[in-house]
């Protein structure tokens, strides 16, 4: 969209241009048949593109914190654990035969889903779960539920006795006792088979435990990492729909604007070539398609079809000034080479920008959408006027509604806003917007807001799941783990330095607010010991003397997840009440200062692991990222401006709507309760990266009729003439490629599909109203009488963007 | 001229985008306090100074404000023992015990303690505390640990336990007035000392399990209390003891004479259990969930303080008492 050209007759890049024209039109049909077999190359090798959840690319690798996370993470178990909890709906609790039975039946189940630890299922009906109770003669300990247990009364009061010295109230069963649940930890490998474990597998399997125990009496609700991966592959896999819809949309929109039915086809299919070759090509350099990058071929698709429109627009124009197809097709090129390529590289200066968000999963974002951007220019205009040259244009696209004679009404009307009167009024509205969009945009939160797991929806059935076990039992979801290395000791926790310095860091963190909970092993084995000695709480200490430490050496069992083998690695885990960006940087600048005062010989402490480590990390990459971004953009389009117009006003009127648009969606963002995150912080450089494109192509047309000597409201209509209706089409056709997301089961998808829409309608907005007031009130006004030959040189309708500099005749 | 409101909106539009992307700052949390409701505390006690409690990691807190707020006493030498019992001669002289045979001593209600007994060699607990007439200052503890200074605790001796013993002492009792003496300790460990203190003799073996502490009742009435809702009464100075008809099976580490009389006891459970016939008999008159309370505190103002494993408590004593 960005028409620039050097229009100097014997300049090198006017030459090169017309030496490519001239070869492809010559040659068309051996580059027809070699795109035609990169197009069925590149079809089959997308048949191999993988849906990859991409969890792990979430991670920002370059932190500290994901450092020491990678390093130890993997080692501490429970990071993959589920839990199936049963419900009771009925009267009274579930001690009751009903229950119990169906209780009995989900362990089960539980303990046959492929890819499970069998040795690590947990329920009430597991051998592993027993009470202990301490009396006159020492220990007395049993299974909760006995193996000849029958759901008698009896039976059954034995049980409710159990369960109560056993500790497991608010972890298998729940506070109020309505509800119990099984637990497990899935492997990395199923064991049967060997393969990597099959997340949509263990997700859909579970599925299936919940439709088989659920009834009238009985509530399932089922969380664990294994069933967001399987719900959001699901979600992944659902995207295919949008793009049919957005497909669909689309294609109605291009017929209505250019009524004929070859140009649309023609529009769509050339859209979607670079789609095609793009997928074909990720299998080849190892990317899959991830909830982030599947982003791309919508855009892609959305970019491609308004520079086809452009193109077809170009061709059908020539071909109605009497041109047969093939020399309209050569002309089209011509004209639209290098400012349909500038346009393409603005965009591409959005997805490049988003790398500086040091976070693989937006990496490969930024690739693929420049690799598809890349592969637009190709397609777009080298392909295209090759098949345009074999089109005839059908009757109908001869009548169109244009008739120059008469001025168009609507843009008439809208040009008033170049008059000083209206354009005040429209920069008061502009400064409205401004005053409240800003006001409203320091509100905005960074990181993930809400409860839940924030890939899916807060009414997700996964998170009311997630909810209700939250709610129901003492479990904590949000963890913090910080870790201990150790070396150069045998036991690390049989050594009272070591474990001192645990228990310290877990009383201090205890008074920390936005802290839940502490679990270290100095906890627990400071609860062992005391549990040892007949649960007296005058006992629960850790005493220097070896001997009586390995009283709670239970503690540093590596099942327990809390240290690994020897504790050469000790993990602290700190429990958080949410994963706000309030909490977490409290939390965390706490434990920061707090480890900067402590020193262990031979040990080390390391920041930090668990899902609230990772988003530390996380929001602290993407707030750093966020001013880069934002200076890197917003420096190279105005640099990009100043090249196209040579001109300061230029500059601002197309920068200063765009740095408004910004704002307004940051305040957007903060209504909406979206945070800024890894996934919406790339949406504000794609849309300013796209939305400049509006500005710059009105701008240009309205410098180039100034420079006729038109007044300013006629320069305006003409650009709006010429330009406004494919610039609304544009947006339009772009907001609803990627607005169909809004309806994605992915949360994060959905807010990019808000906030890119969002962006590329309002950028639109800003270029057709704000423009022409700032235009008016910057004082840009027609050249004075220009010299002739100049004036024919540019009545060609590529922008004459270079004559500004040349020296009008007098 | 037109121009410069141009400029002027474009600047402020600018400005406005480098105040709306400036760095953000979320709501701030509160500051770092003492986790005084999440942490282990196993003694309370008021003095000079105000509320005194003291537990987990060897720290002592101080409330001047009936435990609304806490602040850390000084401690001359921290060694992060777990501190069992505090224990107030008068509204100044005081001393904490702890693990490994650590005794802190204060002159001043509890603002500053120095350490005047840790033995680092031997891990075992000094549990009770107390002054006999004599003026000797004696300490028990586990694995039948004895202690002993004649100089107001400023040095300590160790002495051979009573009778031998190698079970835990968990408690040193002493009539009102201090003639007769009880140690309560682990399995069923009950010595008697009838001469102020001065020499103990094993009582027989009336029950198996642990007593954690006691309370003489006036006269030659004694009440011991264990684990799993023992309770034993004697009113002939230890010669025999009664079992209390009180059936739930919950451990009891604490006790406390309220004004009007009757008698507290509290434990596992946060269970505290009340006696207005002298120890008699005993109704459980709250529950506060999964805690063990291990001492209690009532206030001038009505209120009753608890510490447990998990913190201090309050609850108004009139909830308790009607």
């Known amino acids: ?810 | 001229m037109r121009a410069a409101i141009g400029i002027g909106i474009s600047i402020v539009v600018a400005a406005a985008g480098i105040f709306a992307f400036s760095p953000r700052i979320p709501e701030s949390l509160a500051e770092r306090n003492i986790p005084i409701n999440n942490m282990n505390i196993t003694s309370l006690s008021s003095s000079a100074a105000g509320l005194v409690a003291a537990g987990e990691l060897g720290h002592i807190l101080v409330s001047k404000d009936d435990g609304q707020s806490w602040n850390f006493a000084e401690i001359d030498k921290q060694r992060h023992a777990l501190i069992t019992r505090l224990h107030f001669q008068n509204d100044t002289l005081g001393f904490a015990t702890g693990h490994e045979g650590w005794i802190l001593r204060t002159e001043d209600g509890g603002e500053s303690w120095s350490e005047v007994s840790f033995d680092k060699e031997r891990n075992e607990p000094i549990l009770d505390i107390k002054q006999l007439p004599s003026g000797r200052w004696v300490g028990i503890g586990g694995f039948g640990k004895l202690v002993s200074s004649d100089d107001q605790g400023k040095h300590w001796n160790i002495e051979p336990p009573p009778n031998g013993t190698d079970w835990h002492l968990n408690a040193l009792l002493s009539s009102d007035d201090a003639q007769s003496w009880l140690i309560a300790g682990e399995a069923g460990t009950v010595f008697r000392s009838l001469d102020q203190g001065e020499s103990w003799e094993p009582l027989p073996e009336f029950y198996h399990g642990s007593f954690y502490g006691g309370l003489h009742l006036g006269g030659e009435n004694w009440l011991l209390y264990g684990m799993r809702g023992n309770l034993f009464r004697t009113s002939d100075n230890g010669e025999s003891w009664q079992k209390l008809d009180f059936t739930i099976p919950i451990s009891i580490f604490a006790h406390e004479f309220l004004n009007d009389g009757s008698v507290l006891l509290a434990g596992q459970g946060g269970m505290i259990l009340r006696s207005s016939d002298n120890g008699q008999s005993f109704q459980m008159v709250y529950r506060g969930g999964r805690m063990s309370v291990t001492d209690l505190q009532p206030l001038e103002n009505g209120d009753l303080i608890m510490s447990s494993d998990s913190g201090v408590q309050s609850v108004a004593l009139s909830n308790l008492l009607n």
């Open chain 1, 1 to 810: 969209m960005a028409n620039q050209s050097n229009n100097s007759p014997g300049s090198f890049v006017d030459r090169f241009v017309d030496g490519i024209a001239r070869l492809l039109i010559s040659k068309r049909r051996f580059f027809g048949v070699l795109f035609i077999l990169m197009t069925i190359g590149f079809s089959y090798s997308a048949m191999q593109t993988r849906f990859d959840a991409g969890f792990n690319k979430l991670i920002p690798m370059n932190h500290d914190y994901m450092k020491a996370f990678l390093d130890h993470g993997p080692k501490f178990s429970g990071a993959n654990r589920i839990m199936v909890n049963l419900q009771w709906k009925g009267e009274g609790d579930i001690y009751n035969p009903e229950f119990m039975a169906q209780l009995k039946k989900a362990t089960d189940e539980v303990f046959f889903i492929p890819g499970v630890n069998r040795t690590t299922v947990r329920s009430l009906y597991t051998p592993e779960v027993r009470y202990v109770e301490v009396t006159e003669f020492g220990f007395m300990g049993s299974e909760v539920i006995p193996s000849r247990f029958t759901a008698d009364e009896a039976g059954l009061s034995a049980v409710r006795s159990n369960v109560n010295k056993s500790g497991q109230v608010g972890n298998l069963v729940s506070t109020d006792l309505k509800s119990a649940m099984v637990q497990a930890e899935l492997l990395e490998f199923d064991q049967a088979t060997g393969d990597k474990t099959n997340y949509r597998a263990v997700a859909a399997h579970l599925e299936s435990i919940r439709t088989a125990l659920a009834n009238d009496n009985i509530e399932v609700s089922i969380i664990g990492f294994a069933k967001v991966m399987g719900d959001v592959m699901d979600g992944l896999v659902n995207v295919l729909i949008f793009f049919i819809v957005a497909f669909g949309i689309t294609m109605a929109l291009l017929w209505a604007y250019s009524r004929s039915l070859k140009l649309t086809l023609l529009a769509i299919a050339v859209a979607l070539l670079p789609v095609i070759w793009l997928m074909g090509t990720l299998p080849l350099i190892g990317y899959g398609i991830d909830p982030m990058s599947v982003l791309v071929p919508f855009l892609i698709f959305s970019i491609g079809v308004s520079h086809a429109v452009q193109m077809t627009n170009t061709w059908k124009q020539d071909v109605l000034m009497g041109m047969t197809p093939i020399d309209a097709a050569e002309s089209a090129f011509r004209k639209l080479a290098i400012p349909g390529t500038v346009a393409l590289l603005a965009n591409a200066l959005g997805f490049m920008v988003i790398m500086v968000i040091d976070i693989p999963m937006v990496h490969e974002l930024g690739v693929t959408a420049c690799l598809g951007v890349a592969m637009m220019i190709v397609t777009n205009k080298m392909f295209m006027p090759i098949i345009l040259s074999h089109l005839k244009l059908e009757n109908m696209a001869f009548s169109g509604p244009d008739r120059p004679d008469v001025k168009h009404p609507i843009w008439w009307k809208l040009s008033a806003l170049a008059t000083p009167k209206a354009a005040m009024i429209s920069l008061a509205c502009m400064l409205v917007l401004l005053v409240g969009g800003t006001w409203q945009s320091r509100s905005l939160l960074t990181g993930d807001i809400g409860s839940g797991v924030p890939e899916l929806r807060a009414e997700s059935r996964y998170n009311k799941d997630n909810d209700e076990i939250a709610r129901n039992y003492q479990i904590g979801m949000d963890v913090l783990s910080v870790y201990l290395e150790t070396s150069g000791r045998e036991e690390a926790c049989l050594d009272w330095e070591v474990m001192n310095a645990v228990d310290r860091f877990d009383m201090h963190m205890r008074g920390v607010d936005g802290v839940q909970s502490v679990r270290t092993v100095a906890g627990l084995s400071k609860l062992y010991v005391s549990g040892n000695n007949e649960g007296n709480p005058r006992w629960r200490t850790l005493q220097r003397d070896n001997y009586a430490l390995v009283a709670g050496a239970r503690a540093a069992h590596p099942q327990q997840g809390l240290s690994d083998n020897g504790c050469k690695i000790i993990n602290m885990m700190v429990y958080l009440d949410d994963h706000q960006d309030a909490t977490l940087k409290h939390v965390s600048g706490e434990i920061q200062k707090y480890l900067a005062e402590q020193s262990v010989s031979d040990a080390t402490f390391r920041m930090a692991g668990g899902n609230a480590g990772v988003a530390v990390a996380t929001n602290q990459a993407v707030e750093t990222a966020e001013a880069q971004m934002l200076t890197a953009i917003f420096s190279a389009i105005t640099l990009l401006c100043w090249i196209t117009f040579r001109s300061w006003r230029g500059v601002l009127c197309v920068v200063v709507p765009l740095i408004l648009v910004t704002i307004l969606c940051n305040a957007l963002m903060s209504l909406l309760g979206i945070g800024l995150k890894v996934a919406t912080l790339p949406v504000i450089a794609l849309g300013v990266g796209v939305g400049v494109d509006y500005g710059i192509y009105i701008y240009e047309s309205l410098q180039h009729s100034l420079k006729q000597g038109h007044s300013l409201r006629e320069s305006f209509y003409e650009a709006m003439y010429r330009r406004g209706t494919a610039a609304v089409f544009t947006a339009v056709t772009m907001s609803i490629g990627v607005g169909t997301w809004a309806f994605s089961a992915l949360k994060f998808q959905a807010d990019m599909g808000i906030l890119l829409a969002f962006m590329f309608l309002v950028n639109v907005l800003g270029a057709i109203f704000l423009l022409p007031a700032l235009a008016c009130w910057l004082d840009v006004k027609p050249e004075r009488k220009v010299n002739k030959t100049i004036k024919v040189e540019t009545s060609k309708d590529t922008g004459g963007v270079f004559e500004a500099s040349e020296m009008p005749v007098k």
